[in-house]
């Protein structure tokens, strides 16, 4: 990929996570947050390793202010259990645990520890399905139970998403000398193992929040279904 077609990449991306910050903030400064990303991208070297310097710098400013302005966000608003929240924390906390454990404490090592990986995230989804009938027991409908189970899988999976960019942040040695990461590098044709790492998880946030929030939304929307038809019928 050209300098250019990389730097119109991470600021493309970039523009995509601000996405994710409440109205009130990209209303005022996304804009203008954008601009100056995209000129920091300009000034840094070419090639895959500015790219990736570049995204060590500003990924967890990025994703710290994600969860700052939605809790000042949440904060500003009544005083109200949030199903997108009460049902999106616990999940995203179940699939944190399952990425550190995956990539610190080698979960897929063995086929027991896979079934387990699998069994904690099957939970973290179906905490996330309970975000449904949450909604319809707040005098919610189905539309809306969708919208908050989007609401909830957003959140559960940028929970799981700057788990996995702390991991690789601070564990970065540790996973260089870990088989399974060689591995994967070894298959993914990368010539330098940072780069990998970033590219993963950019891969990670922009398809891991587009899987979380259809899942979530789907999940919620059926369950909530499910509940109303059930209703009917009796």
């Known amino acids: 990929m050209s300098a250019p077609r990389q730097r119109r990449a991470s600021v493309a991306v970039y523009g995509a996570i601000l996405r994710l910050y409440p109205p009130a903030f990209r209303d005022r400064w996304a804009g203008e947050t954008v601009l100056l990303f995209a000129e920091l991208a300009r000034r840094r070297p070419p090639g895959p390793a500015g ?12 994703a710290g202010g994600l969860f700052a302005e939605w809790y000042r966000e949440l904060r500003r608003r009544p005083a109200v259990r949030h199903p997108a929240l009460t049902h999106g924390a616990p999940a995203g906390a179940l699939l944190s645990i399952v990425t550190v454990a995956g990539n610190l404490g080698h979960l897929w090592a063995t086929p027991a520890a896979r079934v387990a990986s699998w069994l904690i995230s099957g939970a973290a989804l179906s905490v996330l399905a309970l975000t449904g009938p949450a909604t319809l027991a707040a005098a919610g409908t189905v539309g809306r139970a969708l919208r908050h189970g989007l609401l909830g899988g957003v959140i559960a999976f940028t929970a799981a998403n700057l788990t996995a ?4 942040l601070i564990g970065l040695d540790r996973l260089g000398r870990d088989s399974v990461q060689l591995a994967a590098f070894a298959a993914s044709h990368e010539t330098d193992f940072r780069v990998y790492q970033i590219h993963e998880l950019l891969g990670g946030w922009a398809y891991g929040t587009v899987a979380g929030a259809g899942l979530g939304a789907a ?3 059926l369950a909530a279904a499910g509940i109303r038809l059930g209703r009917r019928l009796h």
């Open 51 to 62: 790219t990736a310097a570049l995204w060590l710098r500003h990924l967890p400013d990025l």
């Open 219 to 221: 999940l919620s929307g």
């Open 165 to 168: 960019t702390a991991v690789v």
